[in-house]
C-alpha cells in the first residue's frame, strides 16, 4: 500500500480475500427460505369448511350493511308516497319537506301572476286617460 490509500481509507479489492462458495450458498438460503416457507404453506390443502364459514360471514355482513343503508334512505327521504297524505302527520322526511317547499312555491307563483295581471290592468287604465268614474260603474 501506497500513503495515498491509506490516507483516503481505502484498500485494494484484489488484496482482499474471496469468499469462499459456503458464503453464497448461506446467503441464498437465508434469502430464499421465506418464499421456500411460503411454496410449502401454498400448497397445504384448503379447508372446505372453513372457506364456506368465512365466505358465508362476508356475504352476512355485506346484508347487514346494505339493510342499514337502505334504513337511513328511507328514514331521511321517505317511502315512496309515504308524505302525500297529510292527514296523519308523521315525522317530517327531507323528502316530505321539499315536496311540501314545491306546492308552496306552486301556490306562490299563481298569487304573484294574479298581482302582476291586476298590476298590468291598473297601469293601462291609467295611462288611457281620466277615467271617469260613472263610466266604469
Not at 346484508?63 to 328511507?74: A, N, P, S
Not at 309515504?82 to 314545491?102: D, F, N, Q, V
Not at 301572476?113 to 297601469?123: E, F, Y
Amino acid at each position: 500500500m501506497n500513503s495515498s490509500e491509506e490516507s483516503s481509507g481505502f484498500q485494494d479489492i484484489s488484496d482482499q480475500p474471496r469468499p469462499s462458495s459456503t458464503y453464497y450458498l448461506d446467503w441464498a438460503f437465508i434469502n430464499l427460505l421465506p418464499g421456500r416457507i411460503g411454496l410449502v404453506q401454498a400448497r397445504k390443502p384448503y379447508d372446505v369448511r372453513d372457506v364456506i364459514e368465512q365466505y358465508s360471514q362476508g356475504h352476512l355482513n355485506m346484508m347487514v350493511r346494505i339493510k342499514e343503508l337502505q334504513r337511513r334512505l328511507d328514514h331521511t327521504l321517505g317511502k315512496p308516497g309515504s308524505y302525500l297524505t297529510e292527514k296523519g302527520m308523521k315525522p317530517m322526511t327531507i323528502g316530505a319537506r321539499l315536496h311540501r317547499m314545491e306546492q308552496q312555491l306552486v301556490n306562490l307563483d299563481r298569487k304573484m301572476d294574479v298581482v302582476i295581471c291586476t298590476v298590468n290592468m291598473l297601469v293601462e287604465k291609467l295611462t288611457n286617460g281620466p277615467v271617469n268614474v260613472e263610466q266604469d260603474i
